[in-house]
């Protein structure tokens, strides 16, 4: 197993110094959903919850998310990202919403935590703006799907021998 980087030789926590490091371009994708009752799912879908347009606040929380993950992961790294996309798939079979956020950045790091930080914070406005309608709603499966860039190149998460 590698050596965890955000440990000093004594084992103190520390921001890992990045000065050294070329910039490139990266990129990555996270994924996970929130399940709910179907007429909640219809609730969102038609536009017709309490609040406003539930999945276009979520994406502006997604993405607002993705630019101050810096200011909320101790040990993350402020960056300039230079997109941030946050998608939405209803799906009335299952009765949730899969969320998907893609962040990019030209830099010396990784931009996982901000797509990771991206989806959660979509999924938590999306309960946040149904709770009352359904307490019962599940946040679920939060991953790291695929990332490109950098030292270590591109990465994408297997599932049952298919790339996701």
């Known amino acids: 197993m590698p050596d965890l980087t955000h440990l000093d030789d004594k084992d103190r926590v520390r921001m890992v110094d ?3 490091k070329s910039p490139t ?3 990555a994708t996270a994924r996970g ?7 909640t799912l219809d609730l969102i879908s038609e536009n017709r919850t ?5 999945i276009e606040t979520a994406r502006i929380a997604g993405i607002m998310a993705a630019k101050k ?3 909320l992961i101790p040990m993350c ?3 300039c990202i230079t997109h941030a996309r946050v998608d939405f798939l209803l799906d009335a079979s299952s009765s949730q919403v899969s969320i998907m956020a893609t962040v990019s950045v030209t830099g010396p790091t990784g931009v996982e ?12 406005t999306i309960y946040d703006m149904c709770k009352s309608h359904d307490r019962e709603m599940t946040i679920s499966d939060i991953r790291l799907t695929r990332k490109s860039g950098g030292r270590s190149g591109a990465w994408s998460r297997e599932i049952s021998g298919l790339r996701e």
Not at 113 to 124: G, N
């Open 113 to 124: 935590m901000e797509a990771l930080t991206a989806v959660c914070v979509a999924a938590l």
């Open 69 to 71: 993950t810096s200011g």
């Open 18 to 20: 990045v000065s050294e």
């Open 25 to 27: 371009v990266r990129e």
């Open 50 to 54: 309490r609040k406003a347009n539930v």
């Open 77 to 79: 790294h402020p960056l």
């Open 33 to 39: 959903a929130i399940s709910m009752r179907p007429e």
